[in-house]
């Protein structure tokens, strides 16, 4: 998310990237190019910075404007902004969501309290160090699920390929394919979901068009909050090139800084690379890399909407140590992942482990198991086995269990002559 | 320690004691193979610390001695030697072992001997004998079905035990892996009265099962509730026995099915392998269909399409569908000598029980799937 918004969405009307083309040359006042209003919607082949229907200076003008059809969804603050919505006296208030106790962790921030410095994952003594007035507010994960399901069901509406990555953030392919139609634009269609969302939801979305998902998220990014930003194909490869290495999707922490020891801190330099020498240096991962800074990225929005995995995980209030200690807390994360299973009427075939270490290294560890599995039983004998080679006297600050592999139900726990007698 | 032996007897007794030898081991001296020269024979012995195996063979000692090499070295040393080679082995000390054989010379690390480990029988107060012929029966109409899993560790083996049935004394062998059971027994042999259900482990079955086929006609078996020992003419098998409670079988033995198909064995297994080619790789599904004297298999995947098969049976209940493992019909039907099998079913979710229509001393109970 970006962490440049000054002011807080729910609370005021107008943002700053908008504010910049309040007053444009008078020579780019016509023939700026294909442009929307994404207040009334009105569209102009050749249209002016300003909406000649409506007056409204929030347009978008982009050459390709026309062409392209891969958006991104990102919710702007969304656990914040749902709870701003549900409690008005909030709205002017430094807004943090999370966990308050000891070892809590920032999950949201709202945009009042990111001025301060507060952002998400960060410990919330930090957060409130920076930030003493915040109001935390507990995470209310059913609510965010159901306001989710809220906004899937209006984007749905302009198309029906969604690709949902978590609550508050989606793909969607708005090509003439998918959505079986060509009218209205891709762009008015998602001006006017954008739109239907602050109105029927009450929350505000960004959203990025481009011509693959790669772009599309860096575009969702670049107006937060309540943004709407195009990358075309003409400016891809020259726009990314000025970008940091970590706004590559896959580029973390450790890969980052493997980087930076290189000596590569932009896309830019990444692109003169062959993709054998990328492959080299990053192994797999290269490959994809080889594309991406280009500006190109194969991947289809999947529309089966299906995750990969099922997960739980829990940070200790004080690092922990030893098998015992470890398999205690893993128990309750398997009863999760067990029921979270049972809820979607599906299975796991793979047991994933993941432990952070006091240093923050994240190991995960994974068994395949004989039969896919939804019982938090086995789910929970095989985390144990994972857990025991792990455990070697190293300190842990988080463990996570999750089953991949996923599969329906019906092909899991195969009926068992013993099932009840034991 | 010094001794000549013919490769061919080395070669045999080697093959068995080494694959009790973990290819990976953490102790070393796990890892060797221990060689005792007697008088007018060798015993090599091999221990992973449950199952441990000796096997005398003849050779030629000209010093008595004993000392320790690495299995798998010596295991693939003497496999590579030509046919007929007599092999030279001699420990001189100095933690080496010179092997010559014709114009090969190895010089292999050996650790001393008194660091390999002793699996001691202890007491095994119970001993009785069965006939190389019985025990092979137990082990392979039943481990088939011992199970993999290590959830439930007490299933990976054969329950050995000693039952009852129409007031006939009897030693029965149990294995399952929750899907499908397999039971078989023998007549109780002297010795046995008093013998506690044990479990035999999985690779001790599967060592034991090599032993059987090159050895005597009778099998000396001893045992206590921690160990078991079995003795043939060359080679004493003793293993570890599973620590655990196997669970009480006789109650998913059903006693109550009424539905009776009985099928001529070898066209009813032809018919499941060929069916069972389209079904898919991972469930392996297979439908059986009844109704009247005709059964029909069928199987369908979405990648591979679907096939059907007729066979005539005889069966005089009402009409049933229910659905298997093909694989585990196929590792049923194996076992059966006999031309008939019977299958006794109650519905399409309850177990199924497969007999031999002519020999009842084996029984398998299937777990029906969803098709």
Same mark, same amino acid.
């Given at each position: 998310?970006?962490?440049?918004?000054?002011?807080?969405?729910?609370?005021?009307?107008?943002?700053?990237?908008?504010?910049?083309?309040?007053?444009?040359?008078?020579?780019?006042?016509?023939?700026?190019?294909?442009?929307?209003?994404?207040?009334?919607?009105?569209?102009?082949?050749?249209? /002016?910075?300003?909406?000649?229907?409506?007056?409204?200076?929030?347009?978008?003008?982009? !050459?390709?404007?026309?062409?392209?059809?891969?958006?991104?969804?990102?919710?702007?603050?969304?656990?914040?902004?749902?709870?701003?919505?549900?409690?008005?006296?909030?709205?002017?208030?430094?807004? %943090?969501?999370?966990?308050?106790?000891?070892?809590?962790?920032?999950?949201?921030? =709202?945009?009042?309290?990111?001025?301060?410095? /507060?952002?998400?994952?960060?410990?919330?003594?930090? !957060? *409130?160090?920076?930030?003493?007035?915040?109001?935390?507010?507990?995470?209310?994960?059913?609510?965010?699920?159901?306001?989710?399901?809220?906004?899937?069901?209006?984007? @749905?509406?302009?198309?029906?390929?969604?690709?949902?990555?978590?609550?508050?953030?989606?793909?969607?392919?708005?090509?003439?394919?998918?959505?079986?139609?060509?009218?209205?634009?891709?762009?008015?269609?998602?001006?006017?979901?954008?739109?239907?969302?602050?109105?029927?939801?009450?929350?505000?979305?960004? %959203?990025?068009?481009?011509?693959?998902?790669?772009?599309?998220?860096?575009?969702?990014?670049?107006?937060?909050?309540?943004?709407?930003?195009?990358?075309?194909?003409?400016?891809?490869?020259?726009?990314?090139?000025?970008? /940091?290495?970590?706004?590559?999707?896959?580029?973390?922490?450790?890969?980052?800084?493997? *980087?930076?020891?290189?000596? %590569?801190?932009?896309?830019?330099?990444?692109?003169?690379?062959?993709?054998?020498?990328?492959?080299?240096?990053?192994?797999?991962?290269?490959?994809? @890399?080889?594309?991406?800074?280009?500006?190109?990225?194969?991947?289809?929005?999947?529309?089966?909407?299906?995750?990969?995995?099922?997960?739980?995980?829990?940070?200790?209030?004080?690092?922990?140590?030893?098998?015992?200690?470890?398999?205690?807390?893993?128990?309750?994360?398997?009863?999760?992942?067990?029921?979270?299973?049972?809820?979607?009427?599906?299975?796991?075939?793979?047991?994933? @482990?993941?432990?952070?270490?006091?240093?923050?290294?994240?190991?995960?560890?994974?068994?395949? @198991?004989?039969?896919?599995?939804?019982?938090?039983?086995?789910?929970?004998?095989?985390?144990?086995?994972?857990?025991?080679?792990?455990?070697?006297?190293?300190?842990?600050?988080?463990?996570?269990?999750?089953?991949?592999?996923? =599969?329906?139900?019906?092909?899991?726990?195969?009926?068992?002559?013993?099932?009840?007698?034991? | 320690?010094?001794?000549?032996?013919?490769?061919?007897?080395?070669?045999?007794?080697?093959? #068995?004691?080494?694959?009790?030898?973990?290819?990976?081991?953490?102790?070393?001296?796990?890892?060797?193979?221990?060689?005792?020269?007697?008088?007018?024979?060798?015993?090599?012995?091999?221990?992973?610390?449950?199952?441990?195996?000796?096997?005398?063979?003849?050779?030629?000692?000209?010093?008595?001695?004993?000392?320790?090499?690495?299995?798998?070295?010596?295991?693939?040393?003497?496999?590579?030697?030509?046919?007929?080679?007599?092999?030279?082995?001699?420990?001189?000390?100095?933690?080496?072992?010179?092997?010559?054989?014709?114009?090969?010379?190895?010089?292999?690390?050996?650790?001393? &001997?008194?660091?390999?480990?002793?699996?001691?029988?202890?007491?095994?107060? #119970?001993?009785?004998?069965?006939?190389?012929?019985?025990?092979?029966?137990?082990?392979?109409?039943?481990?088939? $079905?011992?199970? &993999?899993?290590?959830?439930?560790?007490?299933?990976?083996?054969?329950?050995?035990?000693?039952?009852?049935?129409?007031?006939?004394?009897?030693?029965?062998?149990?294995?399952?892996?929750?899907?499908?059971?397999?039971?078989?027994?023998?007549?109780?042999?002297?010795? $046995?009265?008093?013998?506690?259900?044990?479990?035999?482990?999985?690779?001790?079955?599967?060592?034991?099962?090599?032993?059987?086929?090159?050895?005597?006609?009778?099998?000396?078996?001893?045992?206590?509730?921690?160990?078991?020992?079995?003795?043939?003419?060359?080679?004493?098998?003793?293993?570890?026995?599973?620590?655990?409670?196997?669970?009480?079988?006789?109650?998913?033995?059903?006693?109550?099915?009424?539905?009776?198909?009985?099928?001529?064995?070898?066209?009813?297994?032809?018919?499941?392998?060929?069916?069972?080619?389209?079904?898919?790789?991972?469930?392996?599904?297979?439908?059986?269909?009844?109704?009247?004297?005709?059964?029909?298999?069928?199987?369908?995947?979405?990648?591979?399409?679907?096939?059907?098969?007729?066979? +005539?049976?005889?069966?005089?209940?009402? +009409?049933?569908?229910?659905?298997?493992?093909?694989?585990?019909?196929?590792?049923?039907?194996?076992?059966?000598?006999?031309?008939?099998?019977?299958?006794?079913?109650?519905?399409?979710?309850?177990?199924?029980?497969?007999?031999?229509?002519?020999?009842?001393?084996?029984?398998?109970?299937?777990?029906?799937?969803?098709?």
């Amino acid at each position: 998310m970006a962490q440049n918004g000054l002011e807080d969405t729910a609370a005021v009307p107008l943002e700053p990237a908008s504010q910049a083309a309040l007053k444009p040359p008078e020579t780019l006042r016509t023939g700026a190019g294909p442009t929307l209003c994404r207040d009334c919607l009105s569209y102009f082949p050749d249209g /002016p910075l300003d909406c000649p229907a409506c007056g409204s200076i929030r347009v978008i003008c982009h !050459a390709e404007l026309a062409g392209l059809d891969i958006a991104h969804i990102d919710c702007d603050a969304f656990y914040a902004a749902v709870e701003k919505r549900d409690d008005p006296s909030l709205r002017d208030k430094p807004v %943090i969501v999370g966990h308050a106790g000891g070892r809590g962790v920032v999950t949201t921030a =709202c945009y009042i309290a990111r001025q301060f410095g /507060p952002r998400s994952a960060m410990p919330m003594f930090k !957060a *409130m160090e920076m930030c003493p007035g915040a109001v935390v507010v507990p995470t209310d994960m059913a609510k965010y699920r159901q306001v989710s399901q809220q906004i899937k069901a209006i984007f @749905l509406d302009a198309t029906p390929v969604i690709q949902p990555v978590s609550l508050d953030e989606a793909y969607l392919d708005m090509s003439d394919e998918a959505r079986g139609v060509s009218d209205p634009l891709p762009a008015m269609a998602l001006a006017e979901a954008q739109r239907r969302i602050e109105d029927e939801v009450g929350i505000t979305v960004s %959203i990025g068009l481009s011509y693959n998902k790669f772009l599309a998220k860096l575009a969702s990014d670049l107006d937060k909050p309540r943004g709407f930003s195009v990358i075309g194909e003409a400016e891809a490869k020259e726009f990314v090139a000025t970008l /940091p290495v970590s706004k590559i999707n896959g580029v973390g922490k450790v890969t980052a800084a493997k *980087m930076a020891e290189q000596g %590569i801190e932009t896309i830019g330099q990444l692109q003169d690379m062959p993709e054998m020498e990328l492959v080299a240096r990053y192994g797999k991962f290269g490959r994809r @890399l080889a594309g991406y800074v280009q500006g190109e990225d194969g991947r289809k929005v999947n529309t089966d909407g299906t995750s990969k995995s099922v997960s739980a995980e829990t940070t200790f209030r004080q690092n922990m140590n030893g098998a015992d200690a470890l398999k205690e807390a893993v128990g309750p994360l398997c009863e999760r992942v067990g029921k979270r299973l049972a809820d979607k009427g599906i299975a796991g075939g793979t047991v994933v @482990l993941k432990l952070k270490t006091g240093d923050f290294q994240i190991l995960t560890r994974n068994r395949q @198991l004989p039969n896919p599995t939804q019982k938090a039983d086995v789910i929970r004998y095989h985390a144990e086995a994972l857990i025991e080679a792990e455990a070697d006297g190293r300190y842990f600050r988080l463990i996570g269990i999750g089953v991949a592999d996923l =599969c329906s139900a019906i092909e899991a726990d195969p009926p068992d002559l013993f099932s009840g007698l034991e | 320690m010094k001794l000549t032996i013919e490769r061919a007897a080395l070669l045999k007794s080697l093959g #068995h004691v080494q694959s009790v030898v973990e290819r990976r081991n953490t102790i070393p001296i796990l890892s060797n193979v221990k060689i005792d020269a007697g008088d007018a024979s060798v015993r090599l012995n091999a221990t992973d610390m449950d199952l441990d195996i000796v096997e005398a063979a003849t050779a030629d000692v000209s010093t008595p001695g004993s000392t320790t090499v690495s299995a798998h070295t010596l295991y693939d040393i003497v496999r590579k030697l030509p046919d007929g080679a007599q092999i030279d082995i001699d420990a001189a000390g100095d933690g080496q072992v010179v092997l010559s054989a014709g114009r090969s010379r190895f010089t292999l690390a050996s650790l001393p &001997t008194d660091e390999f480990p002793v699996l001691s029988g202890g007491e095994l107060p #119970h001993q009785f004998t069965l006939s190389a012929a019985e025990l092979r029966g137990l082990i392979d109409r039943t481990r088939f $079905a011992i199970s &993999t899993e290590e959830t439930r560790y007490y299933l990976n083996g054969i329950y050995l035990h000693k039952a009852e049935s129409d007031g006939t004394a009897l030693l029965r062998a149990v294995a399952t892996d929750g899907h499908r059971l397999a039971s078989v027994e023998v007549p109780l042999p002297a010795g $046995a009265e008093e013998v506690p259900g044990v479990i035999v482990p999985r690779k001790a079955v599967a060592e034991l099962r090599k032993l059987i086929d090159e050895s005597g006609d009778e099998v000396a078996v001893s045992m206590s509730e921690s160990k078991i020992r079995f003795a043939f003419d060359d080679a004493v098998l003793t293993s570890k026995l599973i620590d655990g409670t196997f669970p009480d079988y006789q109650r998913v033995i059903p006693a109550g099915n009424d539905k009776v198909m009985e099928v001529e064995c070898k066209s009813f297994a032809d018919a499941v392998d060929r069916v069972s080619a389209i079904s898919s790789e991972k469930s392996r599904a297979i439908k059986l269909a009844l109704s009247g004297g005709t059964l029909v298999l069928s199987a369908s995947s979405p990648e591979h399409g679907s096939a059907t098969e007729e066979i +005539e049976v005889a069966f005089d209940g009402d +009409e049933l569908e229910i659905g298997f493992n093909s694989a585990y019909l196929l590792d049923v039907t194996r076992q059966i000598e006999g031309e008939m099998a019977r299958f006794t079913m109650a519905d399409a979710a309850s177990p199924t029980v497969m007999q031999e229509t002519d020999d009842t001393s084996a029984l398998y109970v299937l777990m029906p799937m969803r098709v």
